[in-house]
């Protein structure tokens, strides 16, 4: 089968498609998948640079998210069967999406939304889960909340604004003048530029100096020492963020505010909730550009670029 494999670390010039074997059913209850389509997540990227090289062995085939059909089952499978369509997102550690077929066993499995294709599928299992761990788990957003998005045009971003709606809740986010229209339409209900306001300003503005309940934080940097000054008393911030840098949490103090720190997460069961939104009608996947599987090196220059002609709006997929 094709496959994107890695075996040096470095940048999208290491990502080289090659013929690997086919994966074969070697446990009762795993399932073998033909990949339709995947998606660009950072994690792919800080895997092929060597961020994870603890965790992994070269060679490697890296990846997060995959929709497409089960082509054969174990002896003790009995909820699948070859036809299903699936989507999911291979365990942190192991063989990823990068190839035309995922073997993984059945208790990984989701079933694929009845209302979508495999390309706007591929947006949603690593992001799915993390998403609901964010706001729902950790969070807990609720109806009548205010929730400040930072970074609502990137992948976790667009989600967590629909799902955030969904509940209920207040949404503010960040984002360039240019996409202002295309958040409103997921549904935030006030659209900050980053590049040109200062967000603490405006957020004590429009909440007349209390502050939202819930910060969501994607984009790091010193957010876990400012943002407080844009939260209210007992609020939460949840980030996804490496920390790269020194923090000052006085103004959290201040606040009495609670920080949750979330690693992605991989869990069929918090994926459960979204595939049920999407069915609803209350959430749409958010497809940035679609590319060939042979593309992969445009697909992760796309998401690293830091000057782009176009501004990241959503999740690159990889069409097989």
Known sequence: MKAIVIENYGGPEV?????????TITSPSQVLVKVRATSINPLDYQVRRGDYSSVFDLPIITGHDISGDVIAVGEAVEKWQPGDKVYYSPRFGSS???????????????????????????????IGGTVWEMLVVRAQLKKGDSVLILGGAGGVGTLAIQVAKSLGAFVYTTGQSVLHEKLQNLGADVVIDH??????????????????????????????????LALANYGRIVTLVDITQSQNLIHAWEKNA?????????????LHHITQLIEAGDVKPVIDS????EDIKSAHQRIEDVKRNRPLFGKIILSL
């Open 96 to 126: 990823g999406s990068y190839a035309e077929y995922h073997l993984t066993d059945e208790s990984s499995l989701s079933r694929m939304p009845d209302n979508v294709s495999y390309e706007e599928a591929a947006a949603i299992p690593l």
């Open 290 to 293: 679609i590319y060939a599987f």
């Open 258 to 270: 609670t920080y949750h720190f979330v690693f992605t997460r991989q869990s069929r069961d918090e």
């Open 195 to 228: 590049h040109k306001q200062n967000y603490i300003e405006m957020i004590q503005a429009h909440t007349k100096g209390n502050g939202v309940d819930v910060i969501i934080d994607t984009v790091g940097g010193s957010t876990l020492s400012d943002s407080p």
């Open 15 to 23: 990502l080289q498609l090659t013929q690997v074997a086919t994966p």
